[in-house]
């Protein structure tokens, strides 16, 4: 996918939150190797190597305007390093005591096989961690899929895909069977967004890259004037003007592989 690290970047301040919370429940004191796979900026890699100072750690992403982007922010530490990586196909060539991932795996299928191949990345001791969004269910999801399915798109849309993820029980399951403490949890953040179309600027960051990609600026533009009011009216202003977006997201933290 063609990822646009500006656009992605409008909203940081939100976006930053849930890997904010993700890190705070890291158990690793000192881990000597950290990994950031599917690091998209930047931004969080920066976080991982201020917290842990001492760490080597990697980010991995598979867009070069990513990286390039990434590798232009300044770090506070001097162990960081980028790759560009397809994460689906990613292998370290030393075992990680962190291996982290904010908002990407959600893109890659076949998780269990996927949370099997992670796990065995790790240390004994090596802890995952993972954020992935949990709303594909939203309003502004089905509105998507029920215009890219309509008459006029589905010939070009109609199997775009926007990412999809397991039920909370069946990670419990997965991750239980391949590591000996598993936490799990959700948490739904009440984003209060501004400007003239702010649920539509928020999604062109990400859920729609895969549906726009396909288009050209022409079509594009269409796609988004025939979305936009179907947003508007499943997320009605308040009346400062804001709206509010609703944003479910699913956490875990694994560690002690089995």
Not at 196 to 224: N, Q
Request: hydrophobic share 50%; net charge neutral; charged share 20%.
């Amino acid at each position: 996918m063609s990822w646009n690290p500006e656009r992605y970047l409008q909203f940081d301040d939100l976006r930053l939150r849930p890997a904010l919370d993700l890190i705070g429940r890291i158990p690793c004191a000192a881990p000597a190797k950290v990994v950031d796979l599917g690091c998209g900026p930047g931004t969080v890699t920066q976080l991982l190597a201020q917290r842990w100072q001492d760490a080597e750690v990697l980010g991995v992403d598979r867009s070069p305007a990513m990286l390039t982007r990434a590798a232009q922010s300044p770090t506070a530490a001097t162990k960081v390093h980028w790759e560009l990586a397809d994460a689906a196909s990613w292998r370290p060539k030393q075992a990680v005591d962190l291996l982290f991932s904010n908002a990407a795996l959600h893109w890659l299928d076949d998780h269990p096989t996927l949370f099997a191949s992670l796990a065995g990345m790790l240390t004994p001791a090596g802890v995952l961690a993972v954020q992935m969004p949990a709303n594909f269910d939203a309003p502004s999801h089905r509105c998507i899929r029920a215009l890219a399915d309509g008459a006029a798109w589905k010939a070009q849309l109609g199997d775009a895909r926007m990412g999809a993820i397991l039920t909370a029980a069946e990670y419990w399951r997965l991750l239980a069977a391949l590591f000996r403490k598993v936490e799990l949890w959700e948490t739904t953040y009440w984003q209060r967004l501004t400007g003239a179309a702010p649920v539509l600027d928020w999604l062109r960051g990400t859920t729609l890259v895969p549906y726009l990609e396909r288009l050209d600026a022409a079509a594009a533009a269409a796609f988004v004037a025939a979305l936009q009011p179907a947003l508007e009216a499943a997320y009605p202003r308040e009346t400062d003007g804001s709206v509010l977006f609703p944003f479910r997201r699913l956490f875990m933290v694994s560690q002690f592989r089995r």
